[in-house]
């Protein structure tokens, strides 16, 4: 879903960049520009969050489903793909984490105001752009690996015995 969500936003934010920028990529009003950047980061960081929790579980998938595979059924650049996607997971996880603990370091002061708390979540949006940004454009590589992970005969399961056949149970009663 994530990659979806994530096509239609950036093909928003591309329309809205074309129009509003000059034939050199200046935008012809900064600060409507730079407020615009902002929802499309904070936009992609929440379509994110549906694949965040399984995220993981995902690369961890991916790698195992790489050992078992075909070597000549494997796109080089699989491997690579699944590294990148997990350094960038890393990073996401240390800016929600760090944003997490300055929020909770803040409960004994004063309240923030609105403005600086949407400046507090812009920012980490911001900073999280280039790792989202990863997982919009290699995260297609998980898809690829499974579905030549589901075409492929499973090494692992022809390797393990068929179960026995189970003896034939007589009914209890009499025997005669």
Same mark, same amino acid.
């Given at each position: 879903m994530f990659l979806v969500?994530?096509?239609a936003i950036?093909? /928003?934010w591309d329309a809205y960049s074309d129009? *509003?920028? +000059?034939? +050199?990529?200046?935008? %012809?009003? #900064?600060? $409507? %520009?730079?407020?615009r950047m902002v929802q499309r980061d904070s936009e992609t960081w929440r379509a994110f969050q549906e694949v965040r929790p399984s995220a993981r579980e995902l690369l961890a998938t991916a790698a195992v489903q790489l050992q078992h595979?075909? /070597? +000549?059924?494997? #796109?080089?650049?699989? /491997?690579?793909?699944?590294? #990148?996607?997990?350094? /960038?997971?890393?990073?996401?996880?240390?800016?929600?984490? =760090? *944003?997490?603990?300055v929020r909770e370091a803040r409960r004994d002061l004063p309240p923030v105001s609105q403005e600086e708390f949407v400046d507090s979540l812009a920012e980490r949006n911001e900073e999280?752009?280039?790792s989202l940004d990863t997982w919009a454009t290699q995260g297609r590589a998980l898809l690829g690996i499974h579905a030549v992970a589901l075409k492929a005969p499973t090494r692992i399961l =022809?390797?393990?015995?068929?179960?026995?056949? $189970?003896?034939?149970?007589?009914?209890? =009663?009499?025997?005669?």
């Open positions: 969500e994530n096509e950036l093909a /928003a129009k *509003h920028t +000059d034939a +050199d990529g200046w935008p %012809y009003d #900064e600060v $409507s %520009y730079g407020w595979i075909n /070597a +000549d059924d494997i #796109e080089p650049r699989w /491997a690579w793909q699944v590294a #990148e996607l997990a350094r /960038a997971l890393e990073k996401l996880k240390t800016l929600q984490r =760090g *944003h997490a603990e999280a752009w280039d =022809g390797a393990v015995p068929a179960p026995a056949a $189970s003896p034939v149970r007589r009914p209890a =009663g009499r025997r005669g």
